[in-house]
């Protein structure tokens, strides 16, 4: 059953290009609701840590430098079937193949800067959200 909630960064290079503002307003005009959020800089340990499921890929130690290279925002989100509402709204991981007018579409510049992260699973929703924020920061 779908728990309702999702995760999300804005990636460096969406903060570094002064998206911030712009990304929450769409996410928030789409009707999720912050659940908890926090502007943060991940070291290499966080970073490796929260993608360790792509431990194996090519593109692995260039994404963990990537997420490294300037601070992101965090946020758990709450909207009816979260999960997949959030990925329509950021369009596909490479930008080039992202809907017309989605977030990735609009701030994304690679396919490894694509401006924002979106749990792709329930599952994956509840530990990404566990790997940032602690219940009383939650509300
Ligand atoms: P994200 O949704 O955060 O999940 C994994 C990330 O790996 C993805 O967004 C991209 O930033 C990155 N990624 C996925 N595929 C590739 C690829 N082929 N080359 C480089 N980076 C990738």
Same mark, same amino acid.
């Given at each position: 059953m779908a728990t309702n909630r999702t995760f999300t960064m804005i990636k460096p290079d969406a903060v570094a290009n002064g998206h911030i503002g712009a990304i929450l307003n769409d996410i928030i005009a789409a009707g999720f609701k912050v659940v908890a959020m926090k502007y943060t800089h991940l070291t290499e340990k966080n970073a490796g840590a929260f993608y360790e499921v792509h431990k194996?890929?090519?593109?692995y130690g260039d994404l963990v430098q990537f997420m490294t290279s300037g601070p992101i925002v965090a946020a758990i989100l709450e909207k009816d079937n979260a999960v997949e509402e959030f990925r329509k709204l950021i369009g596909a991981t490479d930008p080039t193949k992202a /809907? /017309?007018?989605t977030i990735r579409n609009k701030y994304a510049t690679s396919i490894e800067a694509n401006a924002v992260h979106g749990s792709d699973s329930d599952e994956n929703a509840a530990i990404e959200g566990n790997f940032f924020f602690s219940a009383l920061e939650r509300h």
């Open positions: 194996e890929r090519p593109f /809907e /017309e007018g």
